[in-house]
């Protein structure tokens, strides 16, 4: 709904400036939208939360001044993290989480002017609005899709908002919302940021919300088997689908947290840590973005930006694609062998051989004895040998992207590249490409019209035709690429655009 700009106060101070898109500043639902982000904004005064600095208009634009921080979102940590086969200390993790829930307690508690709690709910905490500034500090961001109290508009009965793979059961369903909600939100953060592992990501959005609503949540220490119990049982309780199960508020679970943290022994200032962390892993990032903000104090022109997503290419693997030790390999190799060496036996040579046979299973498995059902039956270790390292990787997937496409009215026919793809509301599986392609919309009565699309990624486009003669189709939803030229206008307007 909006694009961001780097700007500068005149005492030289570096601003980031909110500009709602100017196809949207005509319509009123999102213009109420920006306004309901800023009033939160100003109210939501507290060093874990983004500052709004002002709400301001030039002609029919709308745009918010805030902060600008430098630094990373968990999001990009996530990936570096697994890009380099490294992890943040449960100890770190927990008080970041901490400073987290800090920042969305004080949201949660926002009142009005007359003293009455707006009964705020976020509704899109995940890695990518949770922030690590290069100095240790957390910051949660983005209230454009809070819901609260008072609010110039109201989601639809049945409407969803947020990032999917983020979002709690009820929130799935269209359901009335509290603050726990943002409670299973934050535990899906914890949970991930801790194994370094998607919990929900799945082929499309019905998939994420299936699982979301039904599927079995794994215990951490199935992904990772020395997860500290004191961390499981915190993101157990968050996870729980009944949301009277969850913590009642986010100060709770930061309690919990905070007790967590001091259980795993966590040295010296987290600050620091976290700093120091950022600092390794962002070393050619915080470099640049030095360059970037003296060229921005010294009045330069910003030639280069910087992406705001780091290391996309990175596929964070999901939940029970994890490989847990060197040990759980030899068991599955012992397993395969096994089960080609199995002989049916009788009542006799199961009582001569199967202590033997469940004793050196014993041996590798460390579990007690159990009955046997079968004889494995001993072998020379040069007669066959022993698999124990991974088994030959199986061909890669191709990886596909999901389009979605809505339209008003629907049944709209869909053409892609000129090859037809059916009509809307429509999902459209494509391999991943970074190639551009032609989508057109036909409909009888309605103006045909269309737009390039570049299918690097799952998207949902949504357009409104118009029912006239000329050529036109007016879109509520732009693509993300390719990036918008600048404008001769925006020469002189002090802002440079990120992409």
Not at 418 to 441: H, N, Q, V, Y
């Amino acid at each position: 709904m909006a694009e961001l700009f780097l700007g500068k106060e005149p005492t030289g101070r570096p601003v980031v400036i909110k500009r709602i898109l100017p196809h949207l500043a005509r319509q009123t639902s999102f213009v109420s939208m920006f306004i309901d982000e800023a009033r939160i904004g100003s109210r939501a005064k507290h060093p874990n939360l983004v500052e709004v600095h002002e709400l301001g208009q030039v002609g029919t634009d709308l745009f918010l001044v805030m902060e600008y921080l430098v630094g990373e979102n968990l999001a990009g940590l996530v990936r570096r993290l697994t890009k380099r086969q490294e992890r943040m200390s449960y100890g770190l993790c927990a008080y970041l989480l901490a400073e987290v829930c800090d920042g969305l307690h004080a949201a949660h508690e926002l009142k009005d002017e007359s003293g009455t709690r707006l009964d705020l709910v976020h509704r899109d905490v995940s890695p990518q609005n949770v922030f690590v500034t290069y100095g240790g500090d957390v910051k949660l961001l983005d209230f454009g899709v809070a819901t609260a109290a008072h609010r110039l508009t109201q989601t639809a009965s049945g409407e969803v908002k947020g990032k999917y793979a983020y979002m709690s059961p009820e929130q799935c369903k269209g359901e009335p919302l509290d603050r726990r909600s943002d409670i299973f939100s934050l535990g899906i953060v914890l949970y991930e940021l801790t194994t370094l592992r998607r919990l929900f990501k799945r082929t499309n959005e019905l998939q994420v919300m299936k699982a979301i609503t039904e599927d079995p949540i794994p215990r951490p220490t199935r992904e990772v088997a020395e997860y500290p119990t004191c961390l499981e049982d915190i993101c157990v309780r968050a996870l729980a689908r009944d949301p009277r199960q969850r913590y009642a508020t986010a100060a709770e679970m930061r309690d919990d947290l905070l007790r967590a943290m001091q259980e795993l022994g966590l040295d010296g200032d987290p600050h620091e840590a976290i700093a120091s962390k950022l600092a390794r892993l962002f070393a050619d990032r915080m470099a640049q973005k030095r360059e970037l903000l003296d060229r921005v104090r010294a009045g330069g022109d910003l030639t280069d930006l910087l992406v705001p997503e780091v290391d996309e290419q990175v596929d964070v693997p999901l939940v029970g694609k994890a490989e847990t030790s060197s040990l759980s390999r030899v068991r599955r190799a012992v397993a395969r062998g096994s089960k080609k060496r199995a002989v049916i036996a009788t009542a006799f040579t199961i009582a001569i051989l199967g202590g033997a046979a469940v004793g050196a299973m014993m041996r590798l498995r460390g579990n007690k004895p159990a009955a046997p059902a079968v004889v494995i039956t001993p072998v020379d270790a040069a007669a066959e040998d022993i698999e124990i390292d991974e088994p030959p990787p199986a061909p890669p997937e191709q990886q596909l992207v999901v389009i979605s496409v809505d339209t008003e009215p629907s049944g709209v026919k869909v053409r892609l590249d000129g090859e037809d793809r059916g009509a809307t509301p429509l999902e459209i599986k494509l391999e991943k490409s970074d190639k551009p392609m032609r989508l057109e919309l036909l409909a009888p009565g309605f103006a045909t019209g269309g737009q390039q699309l570049v299918a690097d990624r799952d998207q949902r486009l949504s357009f409104s035709l118009i029912k006239t003669e000329k050529t036109i189709v007016r879109i509520k939803r732009p693509p993300a690429r390719p990036p918008t030229p600048k404008k001769k206008d925006d020469k002189d307007s002090g802002f440079h655009r990120f992409d």
